[in-house]
């Protein structure tokens, strides 16, 4: 039975002398994998601007009305505390 002997060089793995291998499948990992944090400050400020440019009424319009009752609420409880008002703070303050 033949095998290696000492001091015989049967060739690097994959040359040993057997017949070529079939179905190998190599795989290589995307330059995108390799470099996860590429650009990653640039597009986070054009990604932020795109996704608040596409919510802002979603937020300005409640924030707006907020605001618009707030303001009311605030004058009238100002008038309601003046000699003007004294008489309506007692009427809707039973």
């Known amino acids: 039975m033949?095998?290696?002997h000492a001091k015989a060089y049967m060739g690097w793995w994959g040359s040993i002398g057997s017949p070529a291998q079939?179905?190998?499948t190599t795989y290589?990992?995307?330059p995108y994998a390799q470099k996860p944090l590429n650009n990653i400050f640039h597009n986070a400020v054009f990604n932020t601007f795109r996704r608040v440019k596409s919510q802002i009424l979603?937020?300005?319009l409640p924030a707006a009305l907020y605001w618009?009752?707030?303001v009311n609420c605030r004058d009238y409880n100002a008038y309601l505390y003046?000699?003007?008002g004294r008489e309506e703070?007692?009427?809707v303050n039973v």
Do not use: C, D, H, Q
């Open 89 to 91: 703070l007692e009427r």
């Open 28 to 30: 290589t990992v995307s």
């Open 58 to 60: 979603y937020m300005a």
């Open 82 to 84: 003046t000699k003007a």
């Open 22 to 24: 079939k179905g190998i």
């Open 2 to 4: 033949g095998g290696p």
């Open 68 to 70: 618009a009752w707030w």
